[in-house]
């Protein structure tokens, strides 16, 4: 229990625990804050009556940057007469400190020590006072674990507003504060309703030099180069390897742009009117570096010495390795409850892992039926149409290695030539056979599996084209070699040029798999996206109707975290959609309006997620999880496992 005091100590700094939460922060006492003068004054103070006596007693985190936040615990004695004590916390990082040095209650163990978290009737609330800079205003809390009850509630409110001078209000820290704080009708703050507030937020850090441009339309997006650090009005759907990047839209953690940019080891930062912020630096060449609590830009004199812009190839941040050799002897359509990891050699990593938690995951969840048609089909077919040869001649073009709008307009002709060509009839023939018998002619997601996504290091989200909702024979194998020519994706192209991957090494096998009506679907990472060593959290991203629009990451998600340790459920974001994507009858998808409650997932729903999460991370060797989900009715579903990818700052 001495873990639940000390994180309730760091609980000033919530919003690190969450979104705010810089990779590698440390959750030991202090850890996080700047280092502390000696502490001076007394132990404690009956009142605070000014900002002057709050900074006696405070200690702060990451002070003079955008995520400063001056914090003090208090410890409230309930047999006392409700005394309060205002606790001096350079001098005591945890409310247990305070308590045995002070001898109120001697002899405190563990199991007493859980109580004062636990239970309703416990002599001592353990609270925490913070400045709130981006609300800007104070606001007192308990640690998301607490189980705080309606009359605890109102007992701290009163105590608290008796002997604190300033403004302040209850900051809840999991849903189930929000439920007590509204049972009460006292006023609160979300700790979703602070994110919103935040100006800055690191999604990765690093350093990059190149030309800072700010990209107001899609014409635009299409001319950026390896050595641009672009500023976006928000996350793209695609993008090709750029040197740094800033948004000015909150996104979802987890699109694939957000993704990539782990995978390529460049900053990433959100920053809200960035395009405003940044103005001045437009066009100039400038270092971009972004830390776990500020970000900086700094003029260069000129540019970086590296290859000429607009190169295909820029300063590779290559994956360890090269790419896994395709098994070509395979060539019988195999269905996804006959795949394991040894199958990835012709089937790639993405459909082994479904057809290893096929096996594994139920009655927990359940991965929808469906079957590989493995590289040496995609091969066949590259034969066929003499696509090696074509690409070399292309990659020889004169300004091709230089101009991107030149390997676009080439890998788009290409790109077609491949999807609009005859199929093999033999291969038309079993497919449509493999369907009918296997699937029943249902409506199928056709998807990649190639053997360059998925990868410890190259996710490739996001590169390759998904066909939804494939319903009529005709349109099956045109949606196969669509997949098929999706290797050829401009963003694809250049994402494997920056990783060092030999462009003639990628084969792709693809996933015929059965829709899901989904009610909802996410992502979710097996453990805090900000702190490794936090594994018995769990994130999740949500929106109603089908997946498509989380990872896409446009518009903000359902975010939320839960603890396996604490139970609790603590929110990000609410989503932002207005609208949802739904199978339509006679194939592809369409969009229809929302009804109702925007909420996507209950807390039971969460917790049921989070606990398939630990399964399957367990049935892929133990390695977080990146997990793409979906809910029918009450059934979970899984779409896909890949390893998370961590940040590389540079």
Sequence with gaps: MLLLALLLACSAATLAQTARKPSGYDARPGAGADPAPPATGPDALPRIDDRAQFMQLARVYNAGTPLEMPHLIFVIDRRNDARIYYINTPRF????????????LPGMDKATLNAQYRDPQRRFLFGTVSWQ?????YTYEFWEGDQLTAALLRQTDQVVHASFGPAIRFKTNSTQHEQVARATGLPFVTQEALLREQRFLPLNTGRAEGRLRIVRSAAQLRTLTPRDIPVLDEVPIALAPVAG???????????HVNLLAKGWGIPNVYLRDAQTALRAYDGRWVALEVTHNNYTVTPLAGPPRTPASGAATPPPRPVAGALPRPDLSVTALKPLAALRARDSRHCGVKAANLGTLKVALPPAARVPDGFCIPFSHYQAMMTRLQVPQRLATLQRRPGFDRD???RRAALATLRAEIADAAPDPAFRQALEAQWQGQLEG?????RSSSNSEDLPGFSGAGLYTTVPNVTRGDALAKAVQTVWASVFNFEAYEARAAAGLGQDAVAMAVLVQRAAPSDSAGVMITRDPFDAARRHVTYLSAKRGLGIRVVEGKRQAEQVMYSSWSKAVQVLSHSAEDT??????GGGVREVPITGSRQVLTDARIARLAKVGVTIKQALGGVDQDIEWAVVGDEVLILQSRPYVEGKGR
């Design 93 to 104: 990082a945890l409310h247990e400190q305070f308590v045995r040095r002070q001898r109120l």
């Design 133 to 137: 800079r981006d609300l800007p205003g």
């Design 245 to 255: 990047l800033v948004t000015q839209r909150p996104s979802t953690l987890l699109s």
């Design 404 to 406: 991107p709008e030149v």
């Design 442 to 446: 249902a409506g199928v997601f056709v």
């Design 580 to 585: 949802q994507l739904v199978a339509s009858a």
